[in-house]
């Protein structure tokens, strides 16, 4: 009887230590948040951003200590979780990983090897298929995330104004960590600032013009004009032209799309500046 109560006592410890390791997980993503506020500049009255990845270059440590907390992450821990936390985790994962791509093969900007994130994929594929990193219980690839577990498990079109590529024209890297309770606001923010930077969406005399992220992903947004109705404040200034965009009179354009890397630069510090 000893022996027995003996082995259920071990066996609910095993349960208990497992359990408290399974909250053990840091939903405020503080780690990342400090990593983003030093290397990250924000500017255009926080419609654009650029990443300092000299810097963090030279000090990868709290990035990588991040990375392996996400790492550590079994696929059985993120089920227990709420549907914030897990989309907020994920589009960390991508946003930090993306920086970790970055800063490994940094020497290559440097030298002037590369000068998108286009230039570090293998010679038959890209780096968005390159199996870099484990996440889950198994080594993932980029598109692995954003395409086969983000945007399959969640119907969530803002995701493509906070999922970040390292190029010049994808939406602003935040300084701050998505976290699950305050995710709904960050997602939508991101949206609005998206639209709102008109170096990258507006509408002018032909029409609206358009990232073309709206026009990778459209089956995404569903009826894209309508979608737009919603964010006409953001698109526009003046009260005619956004009642063109609620009343979806205005005809969409793409417009180019900038790989080169998204790194901060003295010319841009200047702009940024005036």
């Known amino acids: ?25 840091d939903h405020s993503h503080a780690q990342l948040t400090a990593v983003l506020a030093e290397h990250v500049e924000v500017s255009d009255d926080n419609l654009s951003s650029r990443v300092n990845y000299h810097s963090l270059a030279q000090q990868p440590g709290n990035l990588k200590s991040y990375l ?20 907020a985790f994920l589009i960390n994962a991508y946003n930090a990983f993306t920086l970790e791509l970055i800063i490994d093969n940094y020497d290559k900007f440097r030298s002037g090897d590369a000068e998108s994130i286009r230039d570090l994929g293998g010679l038959f594929s890209g780096p968005w298929e390159k199996s870099f990193f484990s996440l889950l219980g198994e080594r993932r690839t980029l598109d692995w995330l954003e395409h086969e577990k983000i945007r399959v498990d969640f119907d969530e ?6 999922l970040v590529c390292a190029a010049i024209s994808c939406p602003k890297l935040r300084a701050k960590a998505f976290a699950g309770p305050q995710l709904e606001a960050q997602l939508e923010d991101q949206m609005v600032t998206f639209l709102s930077d008109e170096e990258k969406n507006g509408i002018d005399q032909q029409g609206i013009y358009l990232s073309k992220i709206f026009s990778w992903y459209r089956d995404d947004f569903g009826n894209l004009k309508s979608y737009l109705g919603n964010y006409a404040k953001a698109l526009a200034d003046s009260p005619q032209q956004r009642e ?6 205005a005809d969409i354009r793409f417009v180019d799309y900038n790989w080169r890397l998204n790194k901060v630069t003295q010319q841009w510090r200047e702009k940024s500046a005036r």
């Open 1 to 25: 009887m000893g022996k027995f109560l003996l082995i259920c006592l071990s066996l609910l410890m095993v349960g208990i230590s497992q359990s408290s390791r399974a909250d053990d997980f």
């Open 68 to 87: 392996a907390s996400l790492s550590g992450v079994s696929a059985s821990q993120y089920q227990q979780w709420a549907a914030p936390q897990q989309l």
């Open 157 to 162: 079109p803002r995701i493509h104004a906070a």
């Open 244 to 249: 063109r965009v609620k009343q979806q009179r």
